[in-house]
Antibody, heavy 126, light 107 residues
């Protein structure tokens, strides 16, 4: 059974830093692109970042680039997100999600997020 | 970044009704469109991938259609457990983006 368990959230003062973790199990972690998605209280979903299986490719939403760093340790089946210079607007539940590629008969593949963790809450407040 | 816009923002319908949610991209994205359901207090769940393909285990009353820049999610016969917020997501760009969500309430 695929399981994703986030940790590392908590109350942080503005300007502080945090490292979120996601422990994966039940699948070959190193063959999957992994994603971070966040959700501010009562708001919608915001895609944050992704990293390929071998860490060759990393992508970030433009508005967060520079303060967020995604990484992974395939030996530990773990995904990470470092956040610096935290702002109140970073307050959110942070989800990790597994990326799956769905192939059609032509050979094209269409990425989706097929498994999600329960999320970890980050609160930025003085 | 590609902007995704859903309509309506919210809707209310009765058990057995057919409901449709629309998602529009500000550029053509082929069939790189996914739909997710999020019940209160839960993580999102993938319903539809590649615009129209039902994820394993998702009831067949859910269907998706569209390509290019306009997509729809349809629930053919609404059930009480379908009360949730629905999000579309484009995966055409490596910088994925979500729609703002549509909150579906059961009367």
């Amino acid at each position: 059974e695929v399981q994703l368990v986030e940790s590392g959230g908590g109350l942080v003062k503005p300007g502080g830093s945090l490292r979120l973790s996601c422990a994966a199990s039940g699948f070959n972690f190193n063959t999957y692109t992994m994603h971070w998605v966040r959700q501010s209280p009562g708001k919608g979903l915001q895609w944050v970042s992704s990293i390929s299986g071998g860490s060759d490719y990393m992508y970030y939403v433009d508005s967060l680039k520079g303060r967020f760093t995604i990484s992974r340790d395939n030996a530990k089946n773990s995904l990470y997100l470092e956040i610096h210079s935290l702002r109140p607007e970073d307050t959110a539940v942070y989800y990790c999600a597994r990326g799956e590629d769905y192939y059609d008969y032509t050979g094209y593949f269409y990425p989706g997020l097929d498994h999600w963790g329960r999320g970890t809450l980050v609160t930025v407040s003085s | 970044d590609i902007q995704m816009t859903q309509s309506p923002d919210s809707l209310s319908a009765s058990v057995g009704d057919r409901v449709t949610i629309t998602c529009r991209a500000d550029q053509r994205i082929g069939k790189y469109l996914n739909w997710y359901q999020q019940r209160p207090g839960e993580a999102p769940r993938l319903l539809i991938h590649a615009a129209s393909r039902l994820q394993n285990g998702v009831p067949s009353r859910f269907s998706g259609s569209g390509s290019g820049a306009e997509f729809t999610l349809t629930v053919s016969s609404l059930q009480p457990e379908d009360s949730a917020t629905y999000f579309c997501q484009q995966s055409y760009s490596s910088i994925n983006t979500f729609g703002q969500g549509t909150k579906l309430e059961i009367k």
